[in-house]
Antibody
Framework: QVQLVESGGGVVQPGGSLRLSCAASGFTFSSYGMHWVRQAPGKGLEWVAF????????YYADSVKGRFTISRDNSKNTLYLQMNSLRAEDTAVYYC??????????????WGQGTLVTVSS | SYVLTQPPSVSVAPGKTARITCGGNNIGSKSVHWYQQKPGQAPVLVIYYDSDRPSGIPERFSGSNSGNTATLTISRVEAGDEADYYCQVWDSSSDHRGVFGTGTKVTVL
């Protein structure tokens, strides 16, 4: 069965950095695009970033462009999100999500349980 | 940027039908997907490609999409359907990005 396990969350000061990881299993990781989606406390879902199955294309939400970097290591079945210049408004639960079987329409068929990032002094 | 609008809340009695709308400019030209999220849990895909159901999702969940409105319909509502529901599209018109609706809290009376 598909499993996505995020790690790396925690408390960080404004302006600081953090790297999230997402360990994938139960499917051929190197064949699927992957996303990061976040949810601020008590708020709705916000898409953050996407990376193509081979890492050749990456897309970002305007709110994180230039500060966050999505990457993957297909040899380790792991997705990453490098977060720099963190702001209070980046405080959220971060989910990794697997792309559905129809890549042209981009939906999320499996989600991890999320990791909490808190940006606070 | 593309905006998806949902009603903040929908209330429904057990056994009745709940309809959750998702409004967007010419949304009928896009593929719409729906997620259910219960408190403290990760979202779960319940409808993709406007009206397809993933395996394990009850037939009570159905979707439609036309014009400027997509709709998630939950028939014969059960107490376990109480949750937040989000619609989602992929906007590739200008820049490539995922877009979620504002979310709807479904309360089973």
């Amino acid at each position: 069965q598909v499993q996505l396990v995020e790690s790396g969350g925690g408390v960080v000061q404004p302006g600081g950095s953090l790297r999230l990881s997402c360990a994938a299993s139960g499917f051929t990781f190197s064949s699927y695009g992957m996303h990061w989606v976040r949810q601020a406390p008590g708020k709705g879902l916000e898409w953050v970033a996407f990376i193509r199955y081979d890492g050749s294309n990456k897309y970002y939400a305007d709110s994180v462009k230039g500060r966050f970097t999505i990457s993957r290591d297909n040899s380790k079945n792991t997705l990453y999100l490098q977060m720099n210049s963190l702001r209070a408004e980046d405080t959220a639960v971060y989910y990794c999500a697997k792309e559905g079987i129809y890549p042209m329409v981009k939906y999320f068929d499996y989600w991890g349980q999320g990791t909490l990032v808190t940006v606070s002094s | 940027s593309y905006v998806l609008t949902q009603p903040p809340s929908v209330s429904v009695a057990p056994g009745k039908t709940a309809r959750i709308t998702c409004g967007g400019n010419n949304i009928g030209s896009k593929s719409v997907h729906w997620y259910q999220q219960k408190p403290g849990q990760a979202p779960v895909l319940v409808i993709y490609y406007d009206s397809d159901r993933p395996s394990g999702i009850p037939e009570r969940f159905s979707g439609s999409n036309s014009g400027n409105t997509a709709t998630l319909t939950i028939s014969r509502v059960e107490a376990g359907d109480e949750a937040d529901y989000y619609c989602q599209v992929w906007d590739s018109s200008s820049d490539h990005r995922g877009v979620f609706g504002t979310g709807t809290k479904v309360t089973v009376l």
